[in-house]
């Protein structure tokens, strides 16, 4: 008997041959957000398998938790953003890496506020090298052949602290009768 193992995540050959931009526009309500686009390059095109980039691109989709087409409601997608210092990481559901997004100042202030990005997954290739005018050419595109896929990403809850009390959040106040909490330790007890 034998046993293929197969592994559940992304291939690391599609994981290094993706490339990433971000950018901060209007959401689908119109509110401002964080968006990233993840295509694959063109170095990815493998002739001699019969698994093409683009399924390798929806396998991503699935492993992420599956993204939309754009006619379709923009699902949510389980908490993948993660910042370290300056820099925010996408992590991968079965991937051993996490891919590091290129970013400036001002979207990482927009993502750390609003806690959310919109993610794309560009099912064509585009280099990593494009610039500006090539990548609204590319999303125009692609946008008008249905050839992206959107989510919805986050930053997972903050865990909770291990200082502060659960009941009041550190407040010293019990919120449900506005005296002082009971379940306090005393380094969060307001002083009199």
Request: aromatic share 4%.
């Amino acid at each position: 008997m034998s046993v293929t193992l197969t592994p559940s995540g992304p291939e690391l050959h599609l994981l290094v041959s993706l490339a990433a931009w971000t950018w901060p526009g209007a959401g689908p309500d119109g509110r401002e957000i964080a968006h990233i686009l993840i295509t694959h390059t063109t170095a990815l095109t493998d002739t001699g398998t019969a698994v093409t980039a683009e399924d390798r691109m929806r396998g991503l989709s699935a492993c992420l938790g599956g993204l939309t087409g754009a006619r379709e409601v923009i699902p949510e997608l389980k908490p993948c953003l993660q910042l370290v210092g300056d820099h925010v990481l996408l992590h991968i559901p079965g991937a051993s890496r996490r891919l590091r997004l290129p970013t400036r100042r001002t979207w990482t202030e927009l993502v750390t506020r609003t806690s959310e990005a919109i993610l794309m997954l560009g099912l064509d290739p585009l280099p990593q090298s494009a610039g500006a005018a090539r990548l609204d050419a590319y999303l125009d595109a692609a946008l008008a052949a249905d050839r992206l896929l959107f989510g919805r990403v986050q930053f997972p809850p903050p865990a909770p602290r291990a200082d502060v009390c659960s009941t009041c959040d550190g407040s010293g106040t019990d919120p449900t009768s506005g005296r002082a909490c009971p379940d306090c330790s005393l380094h969060c007890r307001l002083e009199p």
